[in-house]
């Protein structure tokens, strides 16, 4: 075995309270082999990880018992078995990177804002490979940028973090975690970010990996279609304890705790939906018995609508060319609609959505509200829409303030905007919609380093929903949650829309939560939209060749 962990207990310190985050787990992976760890948010499953690399705060975590023992390779390939909670830290820092290897959950705050990625990677490579030249690293990474799909990895290279779209920070990831050739990759949510197309590419990079060095797995991830097209085993962990485990027919086909049917039941395919009847449409609700017809009226208008950003280049940077990342687009949302907006990472969906709001101002076109102009409207002229028209950001660590308690994330806008007559009234209305998203009251007093990513993406939801607003972009707003959160979101939303008449850009990379949330379906390849129209039809019978390609790339349960 490369890999077995035995009788794990990780204790976590937090204000004076010991919370038991993994709590008597066992579990092994052998060389070649792909293992799944699946599970809620806050279940354990990246604290699980990050024992075995031995990467928790040491004056924070302790472990009062058990083992993880690696087959630790030398460099003349003889092989030691090590108890990574036993060995010196040294020895740790020769196996982390070089032998155990860990792509992290948002790309964002694990990638350093002020190096370039290719210095990042160039960096990992020559610490574990000291006898490589600078010349030859940097040539390694533009290959391993290569081969996780990044476009002109010659240019992208020498990029900064935040000039990359969410996938493509996501791949920067993957490519400093694979470069050294690790024997054991772990995986934490590494395909969350990752539109269909590049997953399906990534997952193929991984196995190809896995098959040509017996590279050994440890997968961490919600997604029960990458568990199906990947896994050998999986296991099941839920309030730190590992409540099933087995092979992967067995687990998905013949679950047998209580909790696993529950997590398939809450799968988007799974989820009971309204069907429409063909001449009219109407809301999906919660209840199934309620619909009632979408409005007419455009809420949210766009005409020939351009983003050019401008490519400067020399020492006095003159402007030597135009990455077109919106180009020439049309698109309306109707009162109480639904829109999905799915394309590759780098297309410009997220670009398309923050110039929607005025967040980023456009080359040419226009945009309406109500009918209204606000394309070229100035900065306090656009201040009355603010409230109206709100955004959920992809990642959540990156958008909140990590200074703020959850309690001034949410009363501040409220403030801003002239909601509740006093604190005491804001303080109501944020814990009333705390409970929406499903957290706890007493969150309100922590910070946002001190939940999971799903728990930080539930809090970015609800900081746009106090503002009660009409119209909503949501980027990639579930792709960090877990299925059962996700369900849980996405009837919250279709409740919402029901009770508000509320508006929906949804961004995603995710079929499945489109073809159960939205009405239309917009699809976007290099700045355009290039098929659009009733989700079902699109889903059942796409006409362009890059959305049947889309398609098919979708992981789904098929075993």
């Not at 990947?230 to 209580?258: F, Y």
């Not at 999906?284 to 400067?312: C, H």
């Not at 949501?474 to 939303?493: F, H, M, Y």
């Amino acid at each position: 075995m490369l890999l077995q962990v035995k009788n794990l207990k990780t204790h976590l310190s937090v204000s004076n309270e010991t919370v038991q985050a993994v709590d008597n787990i066992s579990f092994e992976i052998g060389k070649g082999e792909t293992f799944c760890l699946v599970g809620e948010s806050g279940s354990g499953k990246s604290v699980s990880a990050l024992s075995v690399i031995q990467l928790l705060p040491t004056g924070i975590a302790s472990h009062p018992s058990g083992q993880i023992v690696f087959d630790y390779r030398h460099d003349d390939g003889t092989i030691e078995r090590v108890d990574m909670l036993r060995i010196n830290e040294q020895k740790r820092r020769k196996i982390r990177g070089s032998r155990i290897a860990m792509i992290f959950q948002e790309p964002m705050t694990s990638l350093n804002p002020v190096y370039t990625v290719g210095d990042q990677i160039i960096e990992a490579l020559q610490l574990h490979n000291p006898e490589l030249s600078y010349g030859e690293a940097r040539q390694r990474a533009i290959t391993t940028l290569e081969q996780v799909s990044i476009p002109n990895p010659t240019e992208r290279i020498d990029e900064y973090p935040h000039r990359l779209s969410g996938g493509q920070r996501q791949r920067v990831m993957i490519a400093m975690a694979m470069a050294c050739e690790p024997d054991l990759l772990i995986a934490d949510e590494a395909t969350t970010a990752l539109d269909v197309t590049v997953q399906a590419e990534i997952l193929r990079l991984m196995r190809e990996l896995q098959q040509r060095k017996g590279m050994g797995i440890l997968f961490i991830t919600h997604d029960f279609g990458v568990v199906a097209n990947i896994a050998d085993r999986l296991a099941v962990m839920r309030a730190g304890k590992i409540v099933e485990n087995g092979t992967l027919n067995q687990v998905l086909l013949k679950p047998q705790h209580p909790y696993t049917q529950s997590l398939l039941a809450a799968l988007p395919e799974n989820l009971k939906k309204v069907h429409r009847s063909s001449d009219e449409p109407t809301f999906r609700s919660i209840d199934a018995s309620a619909t009632r017809k979408t409005s007419n009226e455009n809420l949210v208008e766009i005409t020939d609508l351009r983003v050019y950003f401008p490519i400067k280049k020399g020492v006095l940077k003159h402007t030597v060319g135009h990455v077109k990342a919106i180009d020439g687009v049309d698109l309306n949302i109707k009162v109480g609609q639904i829109v999905a907006l799915v394309g590759e990472s780098g297309c410009g969906k997220t670009t398309l959505g923050r110039t929607l709001l005025r967040l980023i101002n456009s080359t040419a076109g226009c945009i309406y509200y109500q009918g209204q102009d606000i394309t070229r409207i100035t900065r306090k002229q656009m201040q009355p829409f603010r409230r109206k028209m709100q955004i959920i950001f992809q990642d959540p660590m990156s958008a909140l303030n990590p200074r703020l308690t959850i309690a001034a994330t949410l009363t501040e806008p409220m403030a801003a905007h002239g909601i509740g007559d006093s604190k005491d009234e804001r303080l109501a209305l944020a814990h009333d919609i705390l409970s929406q998203v499903h957290l706890e009251p007493d969150y309100l007093w922590r910070y946002p380093h001190e939940f999971s990513g799903g728990q930080r993406q539930r809090i970015g939801i609800a900081r746009a929903l106090v503002l009660n607003p009409r119209f909503v972009v949501c980027d990639e707003i579930t792709s960090a949650l877990d299925v059962s959160v996700q369900a849980e979101i996405l009837k919250l939303l279709l409740s919402l829309r029901r009770e508000r008449d509320l508006t929906l850009l949804f961004i995603t990379h995710n079929i499945g939560v489109v073809e159960y949330i939205s009405d239309e379906m917009a699809v976007m390849y290099a700045g355009r939209i290039v098929e659009r129209g009733p989700t079902e039809l699109i889903s059942a019978r796409p006409q362009q060749s890059y959305t049947k390609k889309l398609l098919a790339a979708v992981p789904r349960i098929k075993i």
